[in-house]
């Protein structure tokens, strides 16, 4: 299973979809706020060793005047067919800048408990759209070459909106996230038209109700020799930024993520 992170921009998740300020690009502004998300199991992959997958995640975007500050937590529970039970943990705490040039990031990843990856590091770009460096700083000392068009994933999300806002159907980019000791992804996100607001007693003004923009977002490696997608998302974000649900494939199973607490953060006087 290939490890990605979700934005919410998830992500990306996060990753991928949540750590955004967009003010000037859509009417409603984006809302700073923490959540709370439960996972389901939608499908697992016949004949695989995975018979069900549950667990949850916690998600904090905050605005920090210069940049955007995201803290972001998830847990999979995963039971095999032998009827072992392993659980996955995955701790992401990082910021950029507003003017997406600058990404510090660290990455804890765990299995039942004991340390299995440490990443930390801080990637910077010379200009918007142009080349760039990482230094990782764990595991080991390490430096990467950036390549013209990377983006952030505060960046990202905010191109992302900007296209929903536009219309437009099909966009494709290079993301880095520092989810793996690696350059950028390539990211293909398909935009469908906007529906209309969710009804929901968690999502009340001024966390909702918002038009729901629906996005398919597709990750490939660098590395990618098959053509398909190493991790597959399908997410409902509301044009205020907040995610109502998300749907994430990793091959071997596929998870729907609910939304079940959400609360807004005090506002720091930017």
């Not at 983006?151 to 296209?163: A, D, G, Y």
């Not at 290079?174 to 293909?188: D, N």
Request: net charge positive; charged share 20%; proline share 4%.
């Amino acid at each position: 299973m290939k490890k990605c992170q979700i934005f919410i921009t998830l992500t990306a998740l996060a990753l991928l979809v949540m750590n955004m300020s967009a003010q000037a690009l859509v009417s409603t502004a984006i809302i700073p706020h923490k959540a709370a998300y439960v996972f389901e199991t939608v499908s697992v992959a016949q004949g695989g060793n995975v018979t069900d997958v549950t667990g949850g995640m916690t998600f904090e975007w905050a605005d920090t005047c210069e940049g955007w500050a995201l803290d972001q937590h998830y847990l999979l529970r995963i039971s095999d067919r032998d009827g072992s039970e392993t659980n996955f943990s995955t701790s992401n705490v990082s910021w950029e800048a507003k003017d997406g040039l600058r990404y510090r990031f660290s990455t804890r990843r765990r299995r039942n408990g004991t340390l299995t990856e440490d990443l930390r590091g801080d990637a910077t770009l010379e200009a918007v759209g142009s080349t760039g460096t990482v230094q990782f700083s764990r595991p080991k000392s390490h430096t990467i070459l950036l390549p013209a068009g990377t983006k952030f994933p505060t960046k990202f999300m905010i191109s992302q909106m900007r296209s929903a806002a536009k219309g437009a159907r099909i966009v494709r980019d290079l993301v880095f996230e520092g989810s793996a000791v690696e350059g950028p992804q390539t990211v293909t996100t398909t935009f469908l038209p906007s529906r209309a607001p969710v009804k929901s007693e968690l999502l009340k003004p001024p966390l909702g109700s918002s038009k729901i923009w629906p996005m398919y977002v597709a990750y490939f490696s660098t590395d990618n020799a098959d053509g398909r997608a190493d991790t597959e998302f399908s997410i409902n974000v509301q044009q205020n930024g907040i995610v109502t649900e998300f749907v994430v494939d990793y091959g071997a199973f596929k998870l729907k993520a609910k939304l079940v607490k959400i609360e807004t953060l005090p506002e720091t006087g930017c």
